[in-house]
């Protein structure tokens, strides 16, 4: 299976600026470039912070950008979203008998299982009791199925201070009876807006700095430095075999050498 990871888009209404640039016009760059070169894709997960403020213009916006891309997508829930307003704008995204807009995608690596750890109102992220009892009952209804877990927020800390306030809450409660279903393969998330990877309870997890604005990773501070860096987006390739976890950046490189395949270029030892 070929999936595309897009996060934190943080869209804002037609004319609008965040931070001195246009959220829209990097998503539709990013958009290309997947068009381009991904179109081949299985499919495309958006894992949260589909607009900045989560008004209801930016989900149009967004409703009208996604129509140029030509992989199936999923949109999911950050901290900066509404469910209402999105809703709104995507009233047939599926939702959970609580109204949390999680579900299962059957794909065919396996389960995707989409989490809303979205708390309205905060920065911070949670699966609450029944956001909780809902994910281990999709793992425990098909255990010999491989799955792929997907939200927003980080569900362990990534070793950053600054999110420290901002993870899942309840992550030591949440993670132990994830890693002891035993069939969760990987955890693609969002919200930090940088590079990193790793293992939290011994399960593989990803995330990407993201399409619109990133942020510098330091080790000490609690406040962050934002940055303008190229569009980003993730490629899982997933087989039975493993996880593989590309990063791409929507830029123009400059290109020194074409190398014949299996052959090195001439001067590189």
Known sequence: MKLIHLTDLHLVPPGAMLFGFDPAERLRKTIERINRDHADAELCVVTGDLTDEGDFASYELLRDVLRDLRVPTRLMLGNHDSRQNFLRAFPDEPRDENGFVQSVHE??????????????????????????EWLLARLAEKPNVP??????????????????????????????QIAKAGNVRHIFHGHVHVDVGGTWSGIPFSASRGVAHQIIPDFKR??????????????????????????????????????????????VQ
Not at 107 to 130: N, P, W
Not at 148 to 175: C, D, K, S, V
Request: proline letters at 7%; charged letters at 25%.
């Open 147 to 176: 799955a792929y877990l997907l939200a927003h927020h980080p569900l362990q800390p990534i070793g950053l201070p600054h999110f420290e306030p901002w993870n899942t809450e309840n992550w030591r409660q949440i993670m132990p």
């Open 107 to 132: 794909s065919s690596a396996g389960r995707l299982i989409l989490l809303d750890t979205l708390v309205e109102g905060f920065g911070h992220g949670s699966l609450s009791d029944d956001r909780l």
């Open 222 to 267: 609690r406040d962050a430095d934002f940055v303008e860096d190229a569009p980003a987006f993730d490629i899982a390739l997933i087989d039975a075999e493993g996880v593989l976890v590309h990063r791409f950046e929507v830029n123009d490189r400059h290109v020194v050498e074409v190398s014949a395949s299996g052959l090195v270029p001439e001067g």
